[in-house]
Nanobody, 120 residues
């Protein structure tokens, strides 16, 4: 089983920065894509950014140029550097990975989420 723990969320003013981390642990054979999602109150969960094992990245239109996703394969950890934060970035941010766990069984795993609040 793969466990994901996010950290780094909090309260920040408009224009500020935060860095989220997602650490994977447990029985991990390999991690493919790693993704950040977010869900604001009353809205659907949306993909913020994704990164392949090789480092290829994709971003949602609303965060391009402001957020940077990265990963450390040796540490099974993913990061999201968020700059120039806006009130509309307020949401619970979730870590998601496509990974092979015990017995090379492939699955999609989710973290518990971390709250990001941007105040004006």
């Amino acid at each position: 089983q793969v466990q994901l723990v996010e950290s780094g969320g909090g309260l920040v003013q408009v224009g500020g920065s935060l860095r989220l981390s997602c650490a994977a642990s447990g029985t991990i054979a390999s991690i493919n894509a790693m993704n950040w999602y977010r869900q604001a109150p009353g809205k659907q969960r949306e993909l913020v950014a994704s990164i392949s094992r090789g480092g290829s990245t994709n971003y949602g239109d609303s965060v391009k140029g402001r957020f940077t996703i990265s990963r450390d394969n040796a540490k099974n950890t993913m990061y999201l550097q968020m700059n120039s934060l806006k009130p509309e970035d307020t949401a619970v941010y979730y870590c998601n990975v496509d990974a092979y766990g015990s017995g090379w069984v492939r699955g999609a795993y989710w973290g518990q989420g971390t709250q990001v609040t941007v105040s004006s």
